[in-house]
Every structure is written in C-alpha cells, then in structure tokens.
C-alpha cells in the first residue's frame, strides 16, 4: 500500500499541469474576448470554478501579465506581455525581415498589406500595415478566420493531402459569413493550384467587395510558415493586381528559407 506522502508525490505533476493549463485558458479566453472582462465571465467561457480563476488571475496580476482594468472586476493583459512580444519580435530574425517588408509593400503600393499564419486549425493576422490610398481594409492581428474564407489559408494548407484538409479543416468553416457554403472538393482543388501557382487569389470570400492576395513564405521542407498578403478592392484593374502579386512573390521568396 502506497504511503500518503508517496501519493502526494505522484499527484503533484498533474496537479502543476492543471495550474498551467488553467493559466493558459484564461490568457486564451482574454485573446479571444480582447477586451477587459469580468473575471467571472472569464470564468464561465472556460467552463473553470470561480475561485481557481481568480486565484490564477490574482497571481498574473502580481507578475504584471494581467491588469485591474476600471471599477467593475475587469482584467486584461498587462505590461508583461507586450513586454514579451516586443522581445520576441526583436529576437525572431524572421518576424524582423517581414516587419521591414511589410513596410515596404504597404508604402510603395499604398495597399493593406499583412503578415499571416497558422494559430491551431484557423488563419490569423501576426502583422499588418495600412496603405496610404483611401480605401483601407483592415484586419484585428490575431483574431481568428476559417481558412476557406482566404487566399493565404490556401497556401498555408498546400503541404497536406486531401484526406488530411479534410480531417483539419471544421466542417462548420466552410460557411462564409454571407451564408454561402464552399464546397470541399473545390477548396481542395484551389489548395492544389495554389502549390503549383505559389500564389493565390480570392474574391468576394469574407467580404464581397475585397480580394485576397497572397504568396508563401517556405521553410527548408517547403512548408509555408506564412504567407505575405494584400487587401484590395475587389474591383482592381488586372494590372494592378498583377503588379501586386508579383512583388509579394518575390518579396515572399526572398523570405523564405532556401538552404
């Protein structure tokens, strides 16, 4: 018969798991939220005990990871992340070479141009710049979007087989936000010409009026880690979008990992 202290011993590991686990869910519900909230609404979107949520909420308040926000019980994320998020940005030779991009396409084509990636089974903005033309569209960085809805989803999906789109992608995804319903197999084969293209173009998906532009940037295998993109009208001149297409192709290329 196994001692208390030895049975103690073996429930820690899992006990700390669950800590972190729990921490995690709630910087999640706060990043999906993306507004202060009450802790007790954190609390029920997590499906967690109350008083677990405040006392891990309570610790990330003293490690300044989160922050008392007004009167009302409200928290949101504190110095401490945007501390962290500039030290990675800084850090990641990457994400420093795409800033520097971004900036460029967006100003020389006066265009919303953005960085985007994969988060778990959907598509969202890591970077993003506004071009100087008076039609601005805009995306909030690291909102979550179904990847049918997008032309960089495509590219981002272009290393998976058939069978494994299928068993990635949430059925539920293919709805666009009008009501349509895209079909699978059509979306397959959009994956399939993106690869041989190495770029894609989508029309009239999240929204009616805009297009999607977009071309990979690889890693040694030929994965697409992320994808380069432009926002435009969905009225633009061919030309345009031609000229468009191709720097970020290049631009894309030039980022990506050849060696």
């Not at 709630?26 to 993306?34: D, I, K, S």
């Not at 507004?35 to 006392?55: F, H, N």
């Not at 994965?223 to 061919?238: E, G, I, Q, R």
Request: with cysteine.
């Amino acid at each position: 018969m196994r001692s208390l202290a030895a049975s103690k011993k073996g429930a820690e590991p899992a006990e700390r798991q669950n800590g972190i686990d729990r921490t995690i869910d709630l910087l999640e519900a706060l990043l999906h939220l993306r507004a202060p909230s009450k802790l007790s609404d954190i609390a029920k979107q997590m499906g967690a005990p109350r008083s677990t949520v405040y006392a891990i909420a309570n610790r990330l308040i003293e490690a300044d990871l989160l922050e008392s926000v007004g009167e009302g019980g409200q928290v949101y994320f504190g110095k401490a992340v945007h501390l962290y998020g500039r030290a990675y940005a800084e850090a990641n030779p990457l994400h420093r070479r795409c800033r520097e991009a971004l900036d460029r396409l967006a100003t020389q084509h006066s265009a919303t141009a953005q960085l985007c990636a994969l988060r778990g089974r959907k598509y969202v903005v890591v970077d993003t710049r506004d071009g100087s033309g008076l039609f601005r569209i805009t995306t909030d960085v690291g909102v979550e979007v179904p990847l049918p809805w997008t032309a960089s989803g495509r590219l981002l999906l272009d290393h998976m087989s058939p069978s494994e789109i299928r068993a990635f992608v949430p059925k539920e995804d293919f709805r666009l936000p009008d009501g349509r319903l895209l079909d699978v197999d059509d979306f397959i084969k959009d994956i399939a010409r993106a690869r041989r293209e190495g770029r894609c173009v989508t029309t009239a998906l999240s929204d009616r009026f805009t297009s999607c532009l977009a071309a990979p940037i690889r890693d040694k295998r030929g994965v697409a880690v992320a994808t380069l993109c432009f926002v435009v009208p969905a009225d633009s001149l061919k030309e345009r979008r031609t000229a468009l297409l191709d720097d970020l192709v290049a631009t894309a290329t030039e980022l990506s990992d050849r060696h």
